[in-house]
């Protein structure tokens, strides 16, 4: 089975109320999603906070999951979602450097808006996503090297 149709498979069991399913998805998101927070926000505590709203929105909204674009991007997209409100909550004027071009695309729970084309800016803002992600992992030697 491929990576795709496993995450599906763990997103319909989260849906349901599976328990086992709802702690390995927080163990296979958790630590990217905190990385990113971390980024973003630039502080430990706020990163905490939408890391935790963030993955409270993912497991709410799993049964609006389909598969069509990695988990990993769709939560990121769900991270950055909450990431922007709590900056706008902690009174923030500029937001422009959060700003996402693909809002148009998701629903705030993460879910595809009806009627979306895809195009090809579209998949390339999907890989760009789980870079981010993936790079939110490293450390910043390890990051450094690779924007080099």
């Not at 795709?4 to 709802?22: F, I, K, S």
């Not at 609006?64 to 991270?79: E, H, M, P, Q, T």
Request: proline residues 2%; aromatic residues 6%; glycine residues 8%.
């Amino acid at each position: 089975m491929d990576a795709q149709g496993t995450e599906l498979e763990l997103m319909r069991g989260v849906a349901v109320g599976d328990r086992e399913a709802a702690e390995e998805l927080a163990r296979r998101l958790g630590p990217g999603l905190y990385a990113s927070a971390r980024r973003l926000l630039g502080n430990e505590q706020a990163a905490e906070d939408v890391c935790q709203e963030a993955l409270l929105g993912i497991l709410q909204s799993a049964g609006r999951y389909d598969g069509r674009v990695s988990l990993n991007a769709w939560a990121f997209a769900i991270l950055r979602n909450k990431a922007v409100d709590a900056l706008r909550r902690a009174g923030r004027e500029r937001v422009q450097a959060m700003e996402n071009p693909e809002a148009h695309l998701f629903t705030a729970a993460g879910a595809w808006r009806d009627g979306v084309e895809f195009t090809p800016w579209d998949r390339e803002a999907e890989l760009r996503a789980v870079i981010e992600l993936c790079m939110a992992g490293l450390s910043d030697t390890q990051r450094e090297v690779l924007t080099l």
